[in-house]
Structure formats: structure tokens, C-alpha cells
């Protein structure tokens, strides 16, 4: 043992010295080139242009991208899509600047890269860390097959409003699934060493608490305690820095009334100092210009903020290249800060290899060899079916027979340019297969299947315009809806069954798509309304990018399938889910309320002085005179063909001191008719803190498959790890006291069990 012992240390400082080898043969490097750089080609490293091409989310793209980048005022490029782009650029870089520095280009790769995958709020559904990471890896492989080192995402703000159109690209509203989801992320984008061709920087955002903004709407304030940040907006960032990732992306708000941007609070002592944070900092497009409308001051002023603050890169906006030069000789910043900043982009231009090979991920073999392979289109099926949610399915509506005679009925039946969903700058929605195609590729004929449209996404035509920035996504038919109506009724009514496929256009979410109603749009619902008429069975497939409000649908239909944005292959793994080829086992990581003015809704909420019991109206106690205070689906939520039974909770101890652990066990029978999987959940309720703690957090999952009337004994170990929080001096500590554990299905039907920690 003795031996074991020491040959690991040995093993274990070899390896410590070889890591700090590393570091000093990087700083050897960095320093002597900085040595032969001007003030002006410094600076120019801490500029990050797009040159148009791919998707301008500010009023601004880049101009003279070429003189500056020969010039020495780039240090990298983002929307430029395509090896041979990018090779020329990076030539551009290497042959005609000076110093001949190599570029970084990045971009928005965000749920896939060209093979586009469900968004990412759909992922987060499967509960399956493993496949979200896989995910990652895969669009790593592919993007950098395509010439990028640097993928901006994971996104993970914490969002528990779903007016926001960003909550699309998060994980949902729970810190604890986000953390886990923000670390497989980084990892699967970086694998651990970014020397390699096939990985790429991750780029954590937007850091923080982006998806906090009053209202929901989207850029506008936030404003939060320090208690509610470090418990629950802070720990997924945290988490994608303790992953490693190699940059952070500053946020467009405010935190306590300074812009993230310029926020030295926030940039340096937290990110850095708190959480020893070593890579590099871009700002978000344009945010260093926009703290002028933030009331911070001019162009240089909010410049030298910025870089006082601990930003190194300037997206867009190029506040850094013409004003840092002034503020140095004014001193309103220092040169070691300019320097510092300057050392993190070619520290990380360093580790990916691009001193040694500026055209490391310049192939155009592997980029043909890589792009939409058959196996990424396979995994792109896998992950849809795993991220649909089985909101409702009343006497076994589904699965359905192959040989059903099928009405498929709506605006998003056989679309293709709303599967890709959100932020898919790369995508190609021309490859996306709408539910119609899936469903006759899984039927092999089409002579069951009969199409309508049934309606358009919406009939308003303002509305529309607002939605079709990026090209057609809703597309207003030229015939009157009366008729589609028609045509749509006459199909149910000679079918089986109906499935309508509905909800939102895929820019009805993401960026600056804010919506201050969550319904599925009026005409839409119309038509649903006259399909229920026909008294035929209805299925809903809903396709949205938020939680919607869904009482009519939840009401009338006798099954839904919640499929999000589900990506390229949606159509494919529909037909997968609706004939049970795959029984769903996603389970929902945002509530979805009843009614706008619910929210925010979330289950982790904290309890009040005059809490109400149950869904019953009482006076004086906290509630709504017009609705319930539970959501319609509760967070972790999701059916399965088949049915779960969870027995009462085991516990090994009734007690644990803060050195040890409990482990908590159920035995979960599946009782139903069909093989499955289940997420077991497992929260925790501290009883009594020094300061108010939520009423039940998600402190572990596991995703287990059992088939038909197979049972399995599911442990979660609980060590102190899971009982702390930060108090209200921001100090990480557990309380001694008691505490509850619940373990269920989802976080509304659980079983309790109380349990000590011993001081
Ligand atoms: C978004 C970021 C994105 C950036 C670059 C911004 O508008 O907020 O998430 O990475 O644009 O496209």
C-alpha cells in the first residue's frame, strides 16, 4: 500500500512540475513576443471583429476588417463560416501582419454546429449528462473540421421566466442540473486538452445573471441579492470554470447597478480572484459601447472601465482599439493593464496550438470527411427523441399503430424552417426533416398519412415581420384560413386519429424575441379547437422554444408530446417517439405555468410567512384570487408510455455528522406496459437556517432503465457536500439541524423522509 502510496505522489508531482513546465515555456513565449510588440499591436490583440456574413445581432458589423487585420488591430474574427474563409483570413493574419499572429475565430455553435441538434433547453430535458456532453464533443469535432477554435456557449443562465426568448438557450431554471449541464459542456467542447484539432475554447455566458431581466424582457435590468446570486444564479458559471473552460463572456446587464462589462466587482474579484479563474474575458457584442446608454459615460470612459473592470476582449464594439491608446496616456488605465489583457488572448491563442500551426484547424479533408456525417445526423435523432417531453397522454392515446390512419394537421407539419430552432447560425434548414417526411420514412408509404395545413403560424402580418428577420419562418398562405380550416376538418374527419403539430415559429424565442403572452398564437388554437369538434382523437406535437401556457391544450387533448425545437432530424424522432420505436423519458427543466401572471414560476422557490396549503384560496395567506400558485407541469415533470412505482425512502442513518454520510434509498418498479426510463430525482428541504431556504432543491438524478415489470434499488449518498449554501455572509457552510429528503418522479410527486445532522 505504502508503495502505492508513494509511486502516486511521485506519479503526482512529476506530473505537477510537467504542468508548470508548461506554464513557464508558455510565459517564455508570450513574454518574448510582447517584447516586439507596439502599444498599437497590443491593443489590436484585444479586438474581435465580425466581418458580416453570419448573424449581426447589433446595429453594427465590422468595417476595413482586412487593412486592420494586416495592420495588427485584430485578434480575432467571429461569423466567418467555412474553412476556406477561414483559412484566408488566418493567411491574411500570418503572411501580412507584422508580427505575423495568428487569429482566433469563433462562433456561435450552440446546440451542434452545421448538424444542428434541439436546442438547448430541449437537451437539458434528457436529464442525461453523458449525451449533453456528447452533444458538445460532436459539434466540436465538426466545427473544428470547418476552421473554429472558439465556441461561444455553453449558455447557462438561470432562467425562471419564460416571457424571456432566451430561455431557449439555457438549461432551464434549477442551479444544480444547470451546473452539472454547464461542466459537461465545457468538457465535451474542450476534452480536456485544446492542443488538439478536434476541441475548441469554450466560452461561458453571459456572465451574469442574464436571464434574470425584469419583465423577461430581454437586455433590461436585474437586480439581486448577493444571497440569491451565489445560491442560485452564480453555481453554473462557477461550475463551467471549475470544468476549465477557457473563456467567460461578460453579460449585457447590470449587476448592483454597474454593467457586467465594466464590473470589477464581478470581472475580477469574484471571477478571478474568488474562483481563480486564469483564462480570458470577451465582452458580449457591442456591450463595452453600450454602457454609454447605461449612463457610465463616453466611448473612452466606458473603454477604460471595461479593461479596468478585468475585460480583455472587445466584441464589435471597438471601444478598446480607438480609445485605450488615450486613456494610457491620460492614465486613466495602466499599461500592465493593457498588457495583462493582451497576455490572455495570446495565452489562449498559445494553447490551441496556433503559434505552432496557425492552420491547425484548417482541413478541408476533415471538414468534408467531418460536416453532416451520417453518424452526426444519427446522434441529432438520438438527442431530439431524448429531449421531447410527454406532457399528457390519457388512455394510452399513444403510442399509435403504424397503420393508423393519420390526419396530420398544422403549420409546423411539414415546416422545415422552424426545426432548427434558435441560434443555428450554421445550420442549414434546407437539411431539417419535418414531421410529415418522418412520418412516412417510419411508415414507408405515405398512404395512411393525410397532410393539411390547417393554418398558418399566425395570420398577423406585423407580427410576422418582426419574426422573419433571418428569412421566412412564418409564412402567411395564400389562402384565407377559412379555407385552410376546411381542408384541415375534412382530413381529421376522415382519419383515426389527429395529430396537430403547432406552437411557435423558431424566431418567436431567442434573442430580442421577448413575448408577454406564452399562449400558443390565437389562430392556431382556433384551429385545434374546431379539429377537437370532430371528436376524433387529438395528439398535439408542440414545438417552442419557451414553456407555453397550455390549459385549453391540457384540457382537450388527449395527448401531448412537447418536442421544443428539436433540430434537424425533429421530424425523424417524432415519428421515433409517436410509434414508440423510443418511449420518452424527458422530463421538464422549467415549470410551465398557468398563466403569465404566475410568473416567475419555479419549484425552488422560498417559502413565505403565510404560506398557502395547497391550490385553495385562503385570505391573508400568499396567493392569487384568479389562479392557483402551482404551475400546470411542475419542474422535472415528464410521462413515460409506461408507469413508475417509487416505494417509501430508505434512509442507512437517521442521523449524520458533517464528516459522513447518508444514503437514501428507493426500490422504482416499472408498472406499466413497456420498457423505460425514469429520472429519479432526489431533493433536499434544510428545515431551519439562518437564513430562509428553499422549500425542496434538487441535490441529484439519476436516469435509470427498467424494463416491464423489472424493479431496481436506486441510492443517492448524501455527504455535507449537498447541505450547504451560502449564508448570509456569503460564507459556504451547513447548519446542523434537520433536514428532509424527497425522491420522485418529478419535484411535485415525491416521498419524504426527515433526517438529522448532528453538530
Ligand atoms: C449574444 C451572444 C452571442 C454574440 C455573438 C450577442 O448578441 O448575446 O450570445 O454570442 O451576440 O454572436
Known amino acids: ?36 510588440m507596439t502599444l498599437e499591436e497590443k491593443i489590436g490583440q484585444l479586438n474581435l471583429l465580425t466581418p458580416g456574413g453570419g448573424i449581426a445581432t447589433g446595429a453594427v458589423v465590422s468595417k476595413d476588417v482586412e487593412a486592420k487585420i494586416t495592420n495588427g488591430q485584430v485578434g480575432g474574427l467571429f461569423g466567418v463560416i467555412g474553412e476556406a474563409k477561414i483559412r484566408q483570413a488566418q493567411e491574411l493574419a500570418v503572411n501580412n501582419s507584422r508580427l505575423k499572429i495568428p487569429l482566433l475565430f469563433g462562433s456561435d455553435v450552440i446546440h451542434g454546429y ?55 438557450e439555457g438549461s432551464g431554471e434549477d442551479p444544480y442540473l444547470g451546473s452539472q ?20 475554447m469554450a466560452c461561458v455566458k453571459h456572465f451574469a445573471l442574464y436571464g434574470a431581466a425584469d419583465g423577461g424582457r430581454d437586455y433590461n435590468t436585474v437586480d439581486m441579492s448577493r444571497v440569491k446570486m ?61 454602457m454609454i446608454h447605461h449612463g457610465m459615460g463616453d466611448l473612452q470612459q466606458v473603454s477604460a472601465m471595461s479593461l479596468n473592470a478585468g475585460l ?66 444519427a446522434a441529432a435523432r438520438e438527442f431530439a427523441a431524448h429531449s421531447f417531453v410527454l406532457l399528457k397522454n390519457n388512455n394510452q392515446a399513444l403510442p399509435l399503430k403504424k397503420t393508423a390512419n393519420i390526419a396530420l394537421i398544422g403549420p409546423l407539419a411539414n415546416d422545415k424552417s422552424n426545426m432548427l430552432g434558435t441560434w443555428a447560425v450554421s445550420g442549414n434548414s434546407e437539411f431539417a426533416v419535418p414531421v410529415l417526411e418522418g412520418l412516412k420514412n417510419a411508415t414507408g ?6 397532410y393539411a395545413k390547417g393554418a398558418n403560424i399566425s395570420d398577423d402580418t406585423v407580427f410576422a415581420k418582426k419574426i422573419n428577420v433571418f428569412g421566412t419562418r412564418i409564412d402567411i398562405d395564400k389562402r384565407s384560413p377559412g379555407e385552410m380550416f376546411d381542408e384541415a376538418v375534412a382530413a381529421a374527419n376522415k382519419s383515426d386519429v389527429i395529430v396537430a403539430v403547432v406552437g411557435e415559429a423558431s424566431e418567436m424565442s431567442g434573442e430580442s424575441s421577448s413575448r408577454s403572452t406564452l399562449d400558443i398564437p390565437e389562430n392556431q388554437l382556433t384551429l385545434l379547437k374546431a379539429l377537437k369538434k370532430t371528436g376524433k382523437p387529438l395528439v398535439l406535437v408542440i414545438m417552442s422554444g419557451r414553456p407555453l401556457v397550455l ?68 385570505k391573508f395567506r400568499s396567493n392569487y384570487l384568479d389562479v392557483e400558485n402551482s404551475p400546470l407541469f411542475p419542474f422535472g415533470y415528464g410521462l413515460s408510455y409506461t408507469s413508475f412505482r417509487y416505494s417509501d425512502i430508505k434512509l442507512s442513518s437517521a442521523s449524520m455528522n458533517s464528516g459522513g454520510s447518508i444514503t437514501a434509498s428507493v426500490t422504482v418498479t416499472n408498472t406499466g406496459n413497456y420498457d423505460g426510463e425514469e429520472v429519479v430525482q432526489l431533493y433536499i428541504r434544510d428545515m431551519v437556517g439562518s437564513i430562509t431556504r428553499p422549500v425542496i432543491e434538487l441535490k441529484g438524478f439519476q436516469k435509470v432503465f427498467l424494463r416491464k415489470g423489472e424493479s431496481v434499488e436506486v441510492n443517492f ?29 418529478n419535484s411535485r410527486d415525491v416521498k419524504d423522509i426527515g433526517f438529522l445532522l448532528l453538530k
Open 1 to 36: 500500500m505504502k508503495k502505492i502510496l508513494s509511486s502516486f505522489f511521485i506519479f503526482l508531482s512529476l506530473n505537477l512540475a510537467a504542468q508548470t513546465a508548461a506554464e513557464v515555456k508558455m510565459n517564455v513565449f508570450v513574454s518574448g513576443l510582447m517584447k516586439k
Open 114 to 168: 452545421k448538424t444542428t441538434f434541439p436546442i438547448p433547453l430541449a437537451l437539458s430535458c434528457s436529464w442525461d449528462i453523458a449525451m449533453i456532453e456528447r452533444s458538445a464533443r460532436i459539434a466540436a469535432t465538426e466545427a473544428t473540421a470547418d476552421g473554429l477554435n472558439w465556441a461561444f456557449s455553453p449558455m447557462v443562465d438561470i432562467a425562471r421566466d419564460p416571457r424571456w426568448g432566451r430561455i431557449a
Open 181 to 200: 449541464i454547464a461542466g459537461a459542456m465545457v468538457k465535451g467542447y474542450q476534452n480536456g486538452d485544446l492542443s488538439k484539432n478536434n476541441t475548441l
Open 230 to 290: 451565489y445560491n442560485e444564479y452564480l453555481p453554473p458559471y462557477k461550475a463551467a470554470v471549475d470544468a476549465g473552460t477557457a473563456s467567460v463572456m461578460s453579460s449585457f446587464n447590470v449587476i448592483d447597478g454597474i454593467p457586467a462589462t465594466g464590473n470589477k466587482w464581478l470581472l475580477t474579484d469574484l471571477l478571478r480572484k474568488e474562483w481563480g479563474f486564469k483564462g480570458m474575458v470577451v465582452s458580449d457584442y457591442t456591450s463595452v459601447n453600450e
Open 312 to 377: 480583455d476582449m472587445d466584441m464589435v464594439g471597438e471601444g478598446f482599439l480607438t480609445t485605450l491608446k488615450k486613456s494610457l496616456q491620460e492614465k486613466k488605465v495602466t499599461l500592465k493593464q493593457v498588457e495583462d489583457a493582451c497576455r490572455r488572448v495570446l495565452e489562449a491563442k498559445y494553447k490551441l496550438g496556433l503559434f505552432d500551426d496557425p492552420f491547425r484547424y484548417c482541413d478541408a479533408g476533415r471538414a468534408s470527411k467531418e460536416i453532416l456525417s451520417a453518424d452526426k445526423k
Open 445 to 450: 408509404g405515405d398512404a395512411n398519412i393525410v
Open 551 to 618: 390549459n385549453w391544450e391540457n384540457e382537450n387533448a388527449d395527448a401531448i408530446l412537447f418536442t421544443w425545437h428539436g433540430g434537424q432530424e425533429i421530424g425523424n424522432a417524432v415519428a421515433d417517439v409517436l410509434f414508440g420505436v423510443y418511449n420518452p423519458s424527458g422530463k421538464l427543466t422549467t415549470s410551465f405555468p398557468r398563466n403569465v401572471g404566475q410568473v416567475p414560476t419555479y419549484y425552488n422557490h422560498l417559502n413565505t410567512g403565510r404560506p398557502n396549503a395547497g391550490d385553495i384560496f385562503q
Open 717 to 745: 449518498k448524501i455527504t455535507n457536500y449537498f447541505l450547504k449554501f451560502y449564508n448570509n455572509d456569503l460564507k459556504y457552510v451547513s447548519e446542523p439541524g434537520d433536514f428532509k429528503i424527497f425522491i420522485g418522479g
